[in-house]
T-cell receptor, first 117, second 113 residues
């Protein structure tokens, strides 16, 4: 198993550009999420999904869109990049069936380092 | 989720045991203790979890006090690659619908040669 794969690893954007951060997992996990990590701020939840076709907002969703058309993929879209979106982005996944104990065992990707100039 | 308190930083000599404490005095009966770590520039990594019994896996051991108000993560033979920020998280196990993990500031463990 590859686990959780994020692409690209690094990206530089100009203000106003759009892009999609890719996240894929091969563990058949129902739950997937996106976090951003900034110095001194810890990890903050952007969006999450408990299954294909279901998404919901986290604590910092503004400026980001997500969709979940398959169990495996959960892309994060930046609609119009802003310097405040310069950050490291992590995708995570876990089992979610029946509100099981395993939902708290989340597997993270290696991250995408994004700079917006 | 119950609040947790961890030391900001700790040092450990390579090859020695690293004992990382966590205080969670307001933990409730259905909350588990989870440990994650984040090596520099990598994504967080799950280590171990427990309810009230001591737990051990290939990565670490978790000791939870009888009153469950504190716990200790033990890395039995620390290596340089164990240098990371370690997070103690207390979460409801079964029955909760909130999937968000709150990582806090954690403990920076530095393993020295």
């Amino acid at each position: 198993n590859a686990g959780v794969t994020q692409t690209p690893k690094f990206q530089v954007l100009k203000t106003g550009q759009s892009m999609t951060l890719q996240c894929a997992q091969d563990m058949n996990h129902e739950y997937m999420s996106w976090y951003r990590q900034d110095p001194g701020m810890g990890l903050r939840l952007i969006h999450y999904s408990v299954g294909a076709g279901i998404t919901d907002q986290g604590e910092v969703p503004n400026g980001y869109n997500v969709s979940r058309s398959t169990t495996e993929d959960f892309p994060l879209r930046l609609l119009s990049a802003a310097p405040s979106q310069t950050s490291v982005y992590f995708c995570a996944s876990s089992y979610a069936k029946d509100r099981s104990l395993a939902k708290n065992i989340q597997y993270f990707g290696a991250g995408t380092r994004l700079s917006v100039l | 989720d119950a609040k947790t308190t961890q030391p900001t930083s700790m040092d450990c000599a390579e090859g020695r045991a690293a004992n990382l404490p966590c205080n969670h005095s307001t933990i409730s009966g259905n909350e588990y203790v989870y440990w994650y770590r984040q090596i520099h520039s990598q994504g967080p990594q799950y280590i171990i979890h427990g309810l009230k019994n001591n737990e051990t896996n290939e990565m670490a051991s978790l000791i939870i006090t009888e009153d469950r108000k504190s716990s200790t993560l033990i890395l039995p033979h620390a290596t340089l690659r164990d240098t990371a920020v370690y997070y103690c998280i207390v979460r409801v196990g079964r029955g909760g619908s909130n999937y968000k993990l709150t990582f806090g500031k954690g403990t920076l463990l530095t393993v020295n040669p």
